[in-house]
């Protein structure tokens, strides 16, 4: 089998592999958002747009290579703070149950 025929077949193989992965991902991104909606989280927080807390997508980025953010960002979320993006405060989410905070928290670090 020729290189350019090897190199053909790789990518064939790869775009089957992407096409479910790109679904499961929106279908995750979709399940979050709606998650984020119950939880009111969408009244200051958006994917890729600065409201009054951070994009989510920027959060991301600041703490994706903190192996303690996780457990950080699930205080922050809990208590509520402020001083880390401006001066807004984030006010506490307490009502919010430890596997959707969780959840919520994996997969806004999960953002690219």
Not at 13 to 23: C, H, I, K, R, S
Not at 25 to 30: E, F, N, P, V
Not at 75 to 85: A, D, I, N
Request: hydrophobic share 45%; proline share 4%.
């Amino acid at each position: 089998m020729s290189l350019t025929t090897r190199t053909l077949l790789c990518a064939a193989l790869l775009g089957v592999v992407a096409v479910p992965a790109q679904a499961a991902d929106k279908k995750r991104d979709a399940a979050m958002l709606e998650l984020a909606e119950r939880h009111r989280c969408l009244n200051c927080h958006e994917v890729d747009v600065k409201v009054r807390g951070p994009a989510w997508r920027e959060v991301g980025r600041r703490y994706r290579d903190d192996p303690e953010a996780e457990a950080r960002l699930l205080v922050k979320v809990r208590e509520g703070g402020s001083g880390v993006w401006g001066d807004d405060f984030m006010s506490p989410n307490k009502r919010v149950g430890d596997a959707d905070l969780q959840a919520l928290v994996r997969w806004i670090l999960s953002l690219r």
